[in-house]
């Protein structure tokens, strides 16, 4: 009998002995456990997008946010405390910790419950990347072999340089770099003991230790750590004794940090234009041409403006209110007295901000609406509507460029035009804004009080077809090849007039505009903005013209838009039944445009005239910018060639080609013509 039991021990024993290494070759043999996914390990990365100075607009990702870190960018002291807290013998095991194994199970089966574990920092990495969380013997066996087959395939700084990259820390961070700049906006370089040792503590459990939610808890798994290191003799008495009681400012941030959702948007189309489509995962580091606080400028400066011409619109409509309460009061209304109600849209309403740095192109400020979270439709970039009477002072400059000056006479009378229009005569009979003729008009005041009939006259003086040939220098699309021309009615965006005005600003020289100016990849430039000019005239002519656009801020249509201490050159544009509202115009080195409309092509209100809607925004746009730059150029350069002569009470500019007339009048230009 006893000789039976002694051989069933036995064979139990044996059983005993056996049964892991039968379990393991079953696994071994019954699965394929590929580990390329970590062999190769390209993780999908966030892109960052910076303004010109460096500082971040946003993180574009798709669904985590990560930042790669080499492994020669990670401190040695990163390192150290986590190895310390987390797997002592990293350097020395094969994947797995035979040793921390038979202490785990030996609490385990003294608990009757698992109350440590044993994972290697390498098991960690396998559980993260190749296994799923569940508890079950299984996965634990299948973590130890991918544990040992990764430790053959990678050196241990390879691995390091995985699980640092992968864990994640919290607060939709994943990656140490990610977490460090999140948490403390920080390179690695720069962090305190204490910050690493909050970092490497927080994979054990990322939303308890989490310094955003729980600092205090954060900061005492912090002390272990720094302990650990100190009790294994890694860190000296003082730097354990600084670390202890130090306390890290912690932000607490959206991941995104989009502090320009236009420029993300854009820059988003714009990697679709150069055929890069992984914009959300390929880690890129875009560099752009925004001046953040400009942008944040122009942002209040549109949203002021709008607010502005809703309390406009409210006061008219109080008024008009009034008035059709009178009319309704006549017994028998004359024809006189009859009045009609506008009707007017407010909900419709929106407008757009762009502006350039003139000399390069470079766009410093883009915002396509007057709040981003009711309308994320750019109209900056993408809405196209008739400048109107912005677009005039392109025929202005042809005019001048073939000798015309300021003091040059122009007919403004009315005229009726005769057309054809599918086989039937119209007529056409263009007025003035103010419905009234002065008969003859100097150039300069013709632009200045934008005149339409002097225009018209102007465009056949010089002949539509010399006109539309000397246009095609400005680079301008879908030109119309008839008189209507004078009136501004082709389509263009914000940011296609601005780019176009620098023909005027960057004194007769147009530069192709800009908004990324470099993109980086794996710590190499993959694109780089080129500079595209084209010179469209010389620069006594455009010079002249900035002068007539000053006189148009000054004592002009755009009289709203003039910012005490810098000279501002403009041009306000209305069209047909106040459908569109712009302000184009330039300092000395900035260009800016500013639109408003009605997003379905209703008119506005009909008393919101380009300088009355735009022109606030233009002033307090430049308002902001003298604050936030003082030392700005504020003052015109005079080119050589350029002479003044005084004509009257005003002074006027002439050159080689613009020359003074020879004889002065004593016409008065602002003399209506009766008859």
Same mark, same amino acid.
């Given at each position: 009998?006893?000789?039976?039991?002694?051989?069933?021990?036995?064979?139990?024993?044996? *059983?005993?002995?056996?049964?892991?290494?039968?379990?393991? $070759?079953?696994?071994?043999?019954?699965?394929?456990?590929?580990?390329?996914?970590?062999?190769?390990?390209?993780?999908?990365?966030?892109?960052?997008?910076?303004?010109?100075?460096?500082?971040?607009?946003?993180?574009?990702?798709?669904?985590?946010?990560?930042?790669?870190?080499?492994?020669?960018?990670?401190?040695?002291?990163?390192?150290?405390?986590? +190895?310390?807290?987390?797997?002592? &013998?990293?350097?020395?095991?094969?994947?797995?910790?035979?040793?921390?194994?038979?202490?785990?199970?030996?609490?385990?089966?003294?608990?009757?419950?698992?109350?440590? $574990?044993?994972?290697?920092?390498?098991?960690? @990495?396998?559980?993260?990347? #190749?296994? &799923?969380?569940?508890?079950?013997?299984?996965?634990?066996?299948?973590?130890?072999?991918?544990?040992?087959? *990764?430790?053959?395939?990678?050196?241990?700084?390879?691995?390091?340089?995985?699980?640092?990259?992968?864990?994640?820390?919290?607060?939709?961070?994943?990656?140490?770099?990610?977490?460090?700049?999140?948490?403390?906006?920080?390179?690695?370089?720069? %962090?305190?003991?204490?910050?690493?040792?909050? @970092? +490497?503590?927080?994979?054990?459990?990322?939303?308890?230790?989490?310094? /955003?939610?729980?600092?205090?808890?954060?900061?005492?798994?912090?002390?272990?750590?720094?302990?650990? !290191?100190?009790?294994? $003799?890694?860190?000296?008495? /003082?730097?354990?004794?600084?670390?202890?009681?130090?306390?890290?400012? +912690?932000?607490?941030?959206?991941?995104?940090?989009?502090?320009?959702?236009?420029? +993300?948007?854009?820059?988003?189309?714009?990697?679709?234009?150069?055929?890069?489509?992984? #914009?959300?995962?390929?880690?890129?580091?875009?560099?752009?041409?925004?001046? @953040?606080?400009?942008?944040?400028?122009?942002?209040?400066?549109?949203?002021?403006?709008?607010?502005?011409?809703?309390?406009?619109?409210?006061?008219?409509?109080?008024?008009?209110?009034?008035? @059709?309460?009178?009319?309704?009061?006549?017994?028998?209304?004359?024809?006189?007295?009859?009045?009609?109600?506008?009707?007017?849209?407010?909900?419709?309403?929106? =407008?757009?901000?762009?502006?350039?740095?003139?000399?390069?192109?470079?766009?410093?400020?883009?915002?396509?609406?007057?709040?981003?979270?009711?309308?994320?439709?750019?109209?900056?970039?993408?809405?196209?509507?008739?400048?109107?009477?912005?677009?005039?002072?392109?025929?202005?400059?042809?005019?001048?460029? %073939?000798?015309?000056?300021?003091?040059?006479?122009?007919?403004?009378?009315?005229?009726?035009?005769?057309?054809?229009?599918?086989?039937?005569?119209?007529?056409?009979?263009?007025?003035?804004?103010?419905?009234?003729?002065?008969?003859?008009?100097?150039?300069?005041?013709? %632009?200045?009080?934008?005149?339409?009939?002097?225009?018209?006259?102007?465009?056949?003086? *010089?002949?539509?077809?010399?006109?539309?040939?000397?246009?095609?220098?400005?680079?301008?699309?879908?030109?119309?090849?008839?008189?209507?021309?004078?009136?501004? /009615?082709?389509?263009?965006?914000?940011?296609?007039?601005?780019?176009?005005?620098?023909?005027?600003?960057?004194?007769?020289?147009?530069?192709?505009?800009?908004?990324?100016?470099? *993109?980086?990849?794996?710590?190499?430039?993959?694109?780089?903005?080129?500079?595209?000019?084209?010179?469209?005239?010389?620069?006594?002519?455009?010079?002249?013209?900035?002068?007539?656009?000053?006189?148009?801020?000054?004592? $002009?249509?755009?009289?709203?838009?003039?910012?005490? =201490?810098?000279?501002?050159?403009?041009?306000?544009?209305?069209?047909?039944?106040?459908?569109?509202?712009?302000?184009?115009?330039?300092?000395?080195?900035?260009?800016?445009?500013?639109?408003?409309?009605?997003?379905?092509?209703?008119? !506005?209100?009909?008393?919101?005239?380009?300088?009355?809607?735009?022109?606030?925004?233009?002033?307090?746009?430049?308002?902001?910018?003298?604050?936030?730059?003082?030392?700005?150029?504020?003052?015109?350069?005079?080119?050589?060639?350029?002479?003044?002569?005084?004509? =009257?009470?005003?002074?006027?500019?002439?050159?080689?080609?613009?020359?003074?007339?020879?004889?002065?009048?004593?016409?008065?230009?602002?003399?209506?013509?009766?008859?």
């Amino acid at each position: 009998m006893r000789k039976y039991f002694k051989k069933i021990l036995i064979s139990l024993v044996a *059983i005993g002995f056996v049964s892991p290494f039968i379990l393991v $070759g079953y696994f071994l043999t019954s699965y394929d456990y590929d580990i390329s996914k970590l062999v190769e390990y390209k993780p999908e990365l966030t892109s960052r997008i910076y303004d010109k100075d460096g500082k971040k607009i946003a993180n574009i990702f798709k669904t985590k946010h990560r930042y790669y870190a080499r492994f020669d960018e990670i401190p040695p002291r990163i390192i150290e405390a986590l +190895v310390a807290i987390e797997d002592t &013998t990293f350097f020395e095991h094969p994947g797995i910790n035979i040793d921390a194994i038979f202490r785990a199970a030996i609490k385990v089966i003294r608990a009757g419950k698992a109350v440590e $574990g044993a994972s290697t920092i390498t098991q960690q @990495l396998v559980k993260n990347v #190749l296994l &799923t969380r569940e508890k079950k013997l299984s996965r634990k066996i299948k973590e130890a072999i991918y544990a040992i087959k *990764i430790e053959r395939a990678l050196s241990k700084e390879q691995i390091l340089e995985c699980y640092l990259n992968e864990i994640y820390y919290g607060h939709g961070y994943y990656g140490i770099k990610t977490a460090a700049d999140g948490y403390f906006h920080k390179d690695l370089k720069d %962090l305190t003991l204490k910050e690493m040792a909050i @970092l +490497v503590g927080l994979p054990k459990a990322p939303s308890t230790y989490a310094p /955003t939610k729980n600092y205090d808890i954060s900061m005492g798994r912090a002390n272990r750590v720094i302990k650990r !290191m100190h009790v294994l $003799g890694w860190i000296d008495d /003082t730097t354990y004794e600084s670390a202890l009681v130090e306390n890290p400012e +912690v932000f607490n941030e959206t991941l995104t940090q989009n502090r320009a959702p236009f420029i +993300v948007d854009e820059v988003a189309r714009r990697f679709r234009d150069i055929n890069i489509s992984d #914009l959300k995962t390929g880690g890129y580091e875009i560099y752009t041409t925004i001046d @953040l606080r400009l942008q944040i400028a122009a942002r209040e400066s549109l949203s002021f403006a709008y607010a502005k011409s809703l309390k406009r619109i409210e006061k008219y409509k109080e008024k008009e209110l009034k008035k @059709l309460a009178k009319f309704q009061a006549i017994k028998n209304p004359t024809e006189d007295d009859i009045f009609e109600l506008q009707d007017v849209n407010m909900t419709q309403l929106n =407008g757009a901000l762009v502006s350039l740095d003139s000399e390069s192109g470079n766009i410093l400020a883009l915002v396509g609406s007057c709040d981003y979270k009711v309308s994320s439709y750019n109209r900056a970039t993408q809405g196209r509507r008739q400048p109107g009477s912005a677009f005039k002072p392109f025929i202005y400059q042809v005019a001048i460029d %073939l000798g015309f000056s300021g003091a040059t006479e122009l007919v403004d009378i009315a005229k009726t035009y005769a057309y054809e229009k599918d086989g039937e005569e119209m007529k056409w009979r263009p007025k003035n804004y103010e419905k009234n003729y002065k008969g003859l008009i100097t150039l300069r005041e013709a %632009l200045v009080h934008s005149r339409n009939l002097a225009t018209i006259n102007l465009v056949n003086d *010089i002949g539509l077809y010399n006109l539309l040939r000397e246009l095609k220098k400005f680079n301008i699309k879908h030109i119309p090849r008839d008189l209507s021309i004078s009136l501004g /009615t082709m389509s263009m965006s914000p940011l296609q007039l601005a780019e176009v005005y620098t023909a005027f600003s960057n004194y007769g020289v147009q530069v192709k505009t800009h908004l990324i100016l470099s *993109i980086d990849k794996d710590n190499q430039t993959i694109y780089k903005k080129k500079e595209i000019s084209n010179i469209t005239s010389i620069p006594t002519q455009s010079y002249i013209m900035t002068t007539i656009l000053r006189d148009v801020v000054n004592r $002009g249509t755009a009289r709203r838009a003039r910012v005490w =201490g810098l000279e501002l050159a403009a041009k306000t544009g209305t069209t047909n039944s106040n459908v569109d509202g712009w302000l184009a115009g330039y300092s000395p080195t900035i260009t800016t445009v500013v639109w408003f409309g009605n997003d379905d092509n209703t008119p !506005m209100y009909k008393r919101e005239t380009g300088g009355k809607i735009a022109g606030p925004a233009f002033r307090s746009f430049y308002q902001k910018t003298l604050k936030l730059y003082p030392q700005i150029k504020r003052k015109f350069d005079v080119p050589a060639g350029i002479t003044e002569v005084h004509i =009257g009470k005003r002074i006027e500019y002439f050159s080689d080609i613009s020359r003074p007339p020879r004889v002065e009048k004593n016409s008065d230009p602002e003399e209506e013509l009766l008859w």
